[in-house]
C-alpha cells in the first residue's frame, strides 16, 4: 500500500468560527493550533498547508486557570536592555487582547516557515462580531468538547 500525499489539488479548506468566551486559553489554543495545521483531517500531510481557516471571536473573554493571568508575557524590543513584560490581565484589559490568544496559537504550532503561512489563516477578534460572514463559516463549540474547557 502506498503511502498517501496531498497535492495541492486535494487540499479542501474550511471556514470555522470558534466563541472564545468562558473558555481555557491553553485547550482553545491546542485545539486551534489542530485545526490550522489541518491534524483533524485523515489527508493531513505534514509538509502542506492543509488547515481550515479558524475565526475567533470573543478573544477578550477568554478564561485562564490558576494564577496565569498574573503571571508575566515578555518580549524584547531588540534593543540593548529592550526586555518588557505586562501581565495577561493588563493586555486583555488593554487596547488589543487578541494578542494573548495569538501568541498561545502560535506557540503551539511548530517553528517554521509553514507554520507561518498556517498563522496567516487565523483571524481573531475581541469582540462579539467578524466581517466574514459572506465566507458562511461553521461553527465549532469548543466548551461541548470536554467540561474542563470551560471555566466558569
Known amino acids: ?36 495545521r489541518g491534524k483533524h483531517k485523515a489527508t493531513f500531510t505534514p509538509h502542506m498547508d492543509m488547515g481550515d481557516n479558524v475565526i475567533i471571536i470573543n478573544a477578550e473573554k477568554v478564561q485562564m486557570t490558576g494564577k496565569k493571568r498574573e503571571e508575566n508575557f515578555y518580549w524584547h524590543t531588540g534593543h540593548p536592555g529592550g ?32 507554520s507561518r503561512k498556517q498563522l496567516t489563516n487565523l483571524r481573531i477578534y475581541a469582540g462579539a462580531e467578524h466581517p466574514h460572514e459572506a465566507q458562511s463559516p461553521e461553527a465549532l463549540d469548543v466548551k461541548s468538547m470536554n467540561k474542563k474547557n470551560t471555566r466558569v
Not at 479542501?12 to 491546542?30: C, F, H, N, P
Not at 518588557?84 to 494573548?100: C, D, F, N
Request: a positive charge; hydrophobic letters at 50%; charged letters at 25%.
Open 83 to 114: 526586555i518588557k513584560s505586562r501581565t495577561k490581565a493588563q493586555i486583555l484589559e488593554g487596547a488589543y487582547p487578541e494578542r494573548v490568544v495569538l501568541q498561545a496559537v502560535k506557540r503551539m504550532l511548530p517553528g517554521n516557515r509553514l
Open 1 to 36: 500500500m502506498k503511502t498517501f500525499s496531498a497535492t495541492p489539488a486535494d487540499i479542501e479548506k474550511k471556514w470555522i468560527v470558534i466563541d472564545a468566551e468562558g473558555v481555557v486559553l491553553g485547550r482553545l489554543a491546542s485545539i486551534v493550533a489542530m485545526r490550522l
